[in-house]
């Protein structure tokens, strides 16, 4: 049994299989998940687990070299857009409209779902390459 890292064995493998420039999605309750793009849904309820817990857990495991997220973020959930701007403050951040973001959502090779119910909530981790 795995004693450190993360538990779940379905985000773990995901993670470890990542090559340079693969991206994987962390969402809301409410992003939809294009036909054929796999989800690991960890929402219980609203607010658990939630993104911020999620984003944290998965930066530690990750090696990131790009976050996307929608426009809309900065304007309509300033707490997140901040949370974001601070985590990441050493990785670019580009910004695309909501319908843009969604139609990128479509290249990830999954989608995880939290339980967090606040608008546009959601990033775009690209991989990057770990040389030790």
């Known amino acids: 049994m795995k004693k450190q890292g993360i538990l779940n064995s379905h985000i773990s493998k995901v993670l470890t299989d990542l090559g340079h420039t693969d991206i994987i999605v962390i969402a809301d309750v409410g992003l939809p998940v294009p036909p054929g793009v796999p989800k690991i849904d960890l929402a219980v309820k609203l607010g658990v687990p939630s993104f911020q817990d999620i984003v944290d857990i998965i ?3 990750m090696v990131i070299e790009k976050v996307i997220v929608a426009e809309e973020l900065e304007t309509d959930n300033k707490v997140t857009s901040q949370y974001l701007n601070n985590k990441f403050k050493e990785i670019p951040i580009e910004a695309y409209s909501h319908e843009q973001f969604k139609q990128l959502t479509m290249q ?4 995880i779902r939290t339980g967090e119910a606040k608008p546009y909530a959601n990033c775009i981790l690209q991989a990057g390459v770990y040389f030790g």
């Open 59 to 61: 930066s530690e495991d």
């Open 108 to 111: 990830a090779k999954v989608i």
